[in-house]
Every structure is written in C-alpha cells, then in structure tokens.
C-alpha cells in the first residue's frame, strides 16, 4: 500500500509543478487547484506516518488527519467559484474554512488535555481491534462523519449553483465551449461525494457491526483516492480560463425594443452572407467587431430574439448550413461540420439532434431519399 501512496504523492507533485510552471500560474483557479494538491499530499504523507512507531513517539500525528476530510468539498467548491472571478478573491469566503480550523483546533486542545502515553494506548487498541475486526463504536466518530457528509453534500450543491452561472456566461458570449467548459468539475465533485464518502459511512457503520475487513476498506479508500487525484489533475492542466466583463452581460435600458428587432433582421442577413459562424473560435467580442457594434448591443439584439443567447444563434445558424449540405454534397459529415465551425463531434451530434430531432447520418438518409 505504501507504494500507491508513493504514486498519489508522484501525481500531485507532478501536478503541483505543471501547474505553477504553465501560462495560468497566476490565476486564483490554479492557486486553487495547487492547495487541493496540497491537501491531498498531506493525506497521503499522514497515510504513510500513521504506523504504531512513528504514532508512539508522534502521537499528535494520530488526531489530526481526520480533519482534512473537512477541507475536500469546500476547496472544490472554491475552485468551481474561482473559474467565474479568475483574479481577485474575498476574503469573506476563506469563512468557509472554519469548520477546519474549528476541528483542527478541538484536535490540538485534545491533544493537550490528555497525557501521551493515554493518546498511544488507545491507538493501539484501535489498531488491535481493526486487525481482529472487532466491531467499535463512539458517538463523537459518529457525530464526525455526519458533519463531514453535511459539508460535502452542502459545497457540492453550491458548486453545482456556480456551474450553473459560468455556463450561462459561456452560452452568451461563446459559440464552442471546447476546453472552456468546466462540467467536468461537477462531475469530479459529485464522484467525490459518491466515491469517497460512501467507504468512509462504510467504515464507521463497521464500528457497529463488522461486515467487511477495515483494512481492505482502508486500502480501498487509498486507491479511490490516487484515482481521483489522476481524474482531478487531467482535467484541470488542460482546463481553458476565459474572463467575460460584468459589463458585458449588463442590460441597455434606453433603446426601444423595435431598434433590437430591426438590428435583428440586419443580423441574420450579415450571419446568412458572410458566414462568420463558420470562425470556430467566434466568440461575442469577435462578431461585434466584426459587425462594428459594442458587444453589449449584440446582447441585448440577442436578448429580444428568438434564441436563448450567444451560442444558441451561432450554432442554429451552423446547423442550418450543415443540413443543406447534407443533402446537397456527399462530403464525410464531420468535414462539413468543421467546415462550418463546430470543433467538437460530441458537441455537433448533441446540438444537431437537439435541433432537428435526429442523428446527422439518419437526416441526410432520409431527405436524400425524399428529394430523389
């Protein structure tokens, strides 16, 4: 087991260092990213010193590793919060932290309060009862992994709320989410959740009854987590940062709504002769450019159509063009989706479904067959 250990730690160091050598160093999402390393370097380090000799001349060492299991889902969550402010944070949300620190220092007042020797002979009565497989239970361990299950179920929900507003930013100011969309912090989070604390409710429920080998749980919950440390920092070294203005999402008060619908019409007649949406990278400052308007008019233009932002209208435009070459051309599907700015083939398949009710492949099948 120590060689796992030895493998987690690898990758989070490895992680740790492409982090703060690559072009994002500065940004407080990577910050982030490199104290969630950190947290989970400390866990294994603790996994490593917690033998019976290192725990009889370092009995400290026994009562704080517990208190980690408090950080995870909050720092997740600050994570996912940083990708909507990639500069500045406040120092208001490092209260999050309280939970941690309140429990660290209940560990250390305990530490104090009860003689070395006491602190080692329980531990090792622990470590004798979980070799034999004896069943244990104490009400403070209870009390712990509710609060802990709390935390996590708590942040996780927040960091769905969060993901929720940095899509809505990414749906009205980019037509490809390809590398930008962070989905797959939720996700990461929600296999935490699921992955991490359901060993931790099974080890504790083994402290009323013995079902299953605590050492084997143990070393479960060890590979569990490598695991999610190589899933975590995959993601997130390849993760793309954008940073939208507050005031490019700001509403326009004065302009009548016919002026927007108008300027509609202009709109769909420049997209229809000049094709900008087939650009991949073609993002709401791109277009306004081209149009020669403030980003901010093309939201509200947007706001009183019949799309539901940005990246709704682009790729409407996009499938409209793929579906008459379709049946028109018999080039392979996914050069003429890249010729018309899609980036992604799970992106163009999910949207072109969405938009027309059918696969690509099923589409062109039947509207070639109808118009022969």
Sequence with gaps: MNFILGIGIGINLLAIFQLLKGK???????KIAVLINIIWITRFVFFLLK??????RFPILVMLDQNLLLLDSVVLWLYTKSLLKTTKFKFQLFLNF???????LLSIHSYLSVPNELIVEQYMRIENDISNNKSLFSIGV???ILIVITIAILY??????EI???????????????????NWILKFHGLWVALFLIPIILYFLNYLYPLVNIRLLLGFMIVIQVLLSLIFNSNVISQNYVSVPEKGISKQENKPIKQFKDKLGELKKVLETSRFYQDENLSLVKLSNYLNIKSIELTEIIKHSEFDNFYDLINTYRIESIKKELITSTEQIMVIAYDNGFNSKSAFNRIFKDKTGQTPSVYRNLNKNTSQ
């Design 142 to 144: 209870f009390i712990f």
């Design 24 to 30: 994002n160093a500065k940004l407080i999402s990577t």
């Design 98 to 104: 309280l939970p941690f620190i309140f429990g660290l």
């Design 51 to 56: 033998t019976p000799e290192i725990a009889s």
């Design 164 to 182: 929720k507003k940095f899509n809505g930013i990414l749906y009205n100011h980019f037509s490809s989410l390809k590398n930008i969309s962070a």
């Design 156 to 161: 996780f929900i927040k960091s769905i709320k």
